[in-house]
Structure formats: structure tokens, C-alpha cells
């Protein structure tokens, strides 16, 4: 009975080390910015000039697959996005306020679509996009080795935002987010063509989208 107890207790203390050492390899490569410098350019996903952008979608919803085109517009009190189907059909449209955009709404929703978890994942997902990357007292900056990205960490109330982005031009290439007690969303982004990332790859739980710019 000793041995076996004895056996276990060490599984147990392995699979610690594991999932530690995982956890450690996501941050390895970077030390933290103790003086940033001015040259050190805000993240940005969607540039100050940005004004229209067209996007090719594939969008995977809890199994289900749909395509069209994504058109995503700034207007003077937010953003503004779109999503119709290759003929036409609109899938959605979301307006996400400028400030809050984690506060976005549905202004209209496909009857199929218009289910509480789809519609409260995309506006998340999406509302991300737009969020301004907070510097503050809670935000925590790190330099990788290369000295070519910049991981950016702030809490808030609703989860821990991370950013790894580029330190001259600001572009985004990572950015994640962890609810406290709730699903991760990753989000890819590159291609970047001077006012908005070329593209965009979301991974959300049952949720994946991918959208190519036009």
C-alpha cells in the first residue's frame, strides 16, 4: 500500500512539474521593461486613420460553417461591422462603441445566429479588436529576446488582456484574453497593411474564425 501511495504522490508532483513548466515556456524569452523609452509605439490593431476595411470570412460556429464577406467601418462614435453571405444575405451587424468596445451590441442578427452564447462570443471576439490597449499601473510590460516584440499584460474586471505586438510600429500579432472563470479567446493577427492587419485568425472555444482582408 506504501509503494502505491507512494507511486501516485509522485505522478501527482510530475504532472505539476508539467503543467508548471508549460505554463513558464508561454512567457520564456522575455524580461521585463523596467524604463520602455520613448520609441516604444502603442499596440494597435486598427490604425488612428483607419477607415474602411473589407474582409473575406470563414466563420465555424459550434460545428457549423458559413462564409461571406466581413466589412468593418469606423464611424465618429465607434465601430461598425458587417457580415452577408456571398449573395448578398446579411449574417449580422454589430456596432461596438468607441471607449467601451467590449460593450458592443447587435443591431441586427440572422434568427439562426440570434442565440445567447453566438451572439455574446462574437461580440467579444470582435469587441477585442477594438479595444484600446490600456498603460496604466496594472499593465506590465516585457521585452523578448530579439528585442522585435513586446508583451503587454493588463488586468481588469472582467479578465487579463496580453498583447504581443511589434515596438516600433505598434502592430498586433497576439492578442489574447483570459476571463476569470470563463473561455479564452486567441486571436492572430499579420499581413498588416498600413491601417488594419491583412489578416485575422480567432480561436474561441467552439468558436474559429478566419478573415482574409480584400
Not at 501527482?12 to 513548466?21: E, R, V
Not at 513586446?150 to 496580453?162: A, D, E, I, M, Q
Not at 486567441?186 to 482574409?212: F, T, W
Request: proline share 4%.
Amino acid at each position: 500500500m506504501g509503494n502505491k501511495m507512494r507511486i501516485k504522490f509522485s505522478q501527482m508532483i510530475l504532472l505539476l512539474y508539467l503543467s508548471f513548466a508549460a505554463f513558464s515556456c508561454r512567457f520564456s524569452g522575455f524580461t521585463t521593461m523596467n524604463s520602455p523609452g520613448p520609441k516604444l509605439s502603442k499596440a494597435t490593431v486598427f490604425a488612428p486613420d483607419f477607415i474602411k476595411a473589407l474582409y473575406k470570412a470563414e466563420l465555424t460556429l459550434h460545428g457549423q460553417t458559413i462564409t461571406g464577406i466581413i466589412v468593418v467601418k469606423e464611424r465618429d462614435d465607434g465601430y461598425q461591422m458587417a457580415m452577408v453571405s456571398e449573395v448578398g444575405l446579411k449574417y449580422f451587424e454589430f456596432f461596438f462603441p468607441g471607449g467601451s468596445p467590449l460593450d458592443g451590441h447587435a443591431v441586427y442578427m440572422m434568427a439562426v445566429l440570434d442565440r445567447g452564447p453566438v451572439k455574446e462570443a462574437l461580440i467579444s471576439c470582435f469587441g477585442l479588436l477594438f479595444r484600446e490597449a490600456e498603460y496604466n499601473s496594472h499593465s506590465h510590460l516585457k521585452m523578448n529576446e530579439t528585442g522585435k516584440t513586446v508583451l503587454l499584460t493588463n488586468k481588469g474586471k472582467r479578465g487579463r488582456f496580453s498583447y504581443y505586438y511589434k515596438p516600433l510600429s505598434g502592430e498586433v500579432e497576439q492578442l489574447q484574453y483570459d476571463r476569470f472563470l470563463g473561455t479564452k479567446t486567441s486571436i492572430k493577427l499579420s499581413d498588416y497593411k498600413n491601417d488594419a492587419p491583412g489578416s485575422i485568425v480567432v480561436y474561441r472555444g467552439k468558436i474559429s474564425m478566419n478573415l482574409q482582408r480584400l
